[in-house]
């Protein structure tokens, strides 16, 4: 399965940090790390949003497949980036592959699912080395199962909106296990980061105490 791997970057202290920028605008004392604790963690309470934008997360997703990617892709907000391994320059003649659970439990369709990548895997070796066929266009045959990897920058006011859409129980399965990597991640970098995940990273119906969703998936009651 993918790995995810934060990046120094990564804001350490994200409460701290917060009530520090706060504290600059509300004219208050900086200076004390315990003040400017919990000056952050009472914006987070009151969803100061703005403030949050000030939390860097950086990371390398690897090893999960394009389709995840490519809808993680959708969560762009105002100033995250990404960059993506490339399909240009990169040899996939023997990518990875990503295999759903669905696939995996039984032995015919996993049979089958093998056999169609390793199809695909030797046709791309053969437009590229028998045919001469640049790489770019040899990629136009890899499936969305294959496994690529990103660099991504995000802040925590864009991933808490993530976290509210795509811990969702009907959300796609390989996504729900992205974030349950990210935030395991993420909650075992500091204190702060722990207790960030631990009681703001849910799926929106947490927060709203019903689903907003026309297809609920039945945990809460349907507004």
């Known amino acids: 399965m993918g790995k995810v791997t934060l990046l120094e970057e990564t804001t350490r202290k994200p409460l701290t940090l917060m009530g520090e920028r706060a504290g600059i605008c509300w004219g208050s004392d900086i200076e004390d790390p315990e003040k400017n604790y ?15 934008e ?8 690897d090893g999960y497949s394009a389709r995840v990617i490519r809808e993680w892709y959708t969560h762009i ?3 995250p980036t990404r960059l993506q391994a490339s399909t240009r320059y990169i040899n996939y003649q023997n990518f ?8 995996k439990n039984k032995d015919l369709a996993l049979e089958r699912y093998r056999s ?5 895997q030797k046709c791309a070796s053969f437009l590229i080395e028998e045919c001469q066929i640049p790489k770019e266009d040899a990629a136009m045959i890899l499936p969305l199962g294959m496994g690529t990897k990103i660099v991504d920058k995000r802040n925590l ?9 795509r811990m969702c129980m009907r959300a796609y399965w390989e996504y729900r296990d992205l974030m349950r990597d990210i935030l395991k991640e993420l909650r075992n970098l500091s204190e702060e980061w722990e207790l960030i995940v631990d009681q703001y ?23």
């Open 38 to 52: 919990k000056r952050g963690l009472e914006c987070l309470k009151t969803n100061h949003g703005r403030v949050l």
């Open 54 to 61: 000030y939390v860097n997360i950086e990371m390398v997703l």
């Open 77 to 79: 907000g105002g100033a």
């Open 96 to 103: 990875e592959f990503v295999i759903p659970p669905s696939v």
């Open 116 to 120: 169609c990548m390793e199809e695909i």
């Open 157 to 165: 006011r864009n991933f808490l909106d993530i976290c509210k859409q």
């Open 201 to 223: 990273c849910k799926p929106k119906c947490e927060f709203l105490n019903y689903c907003p969703e026309k297809k609920s998936c039945g945990r809460f009651p349907v507004k």
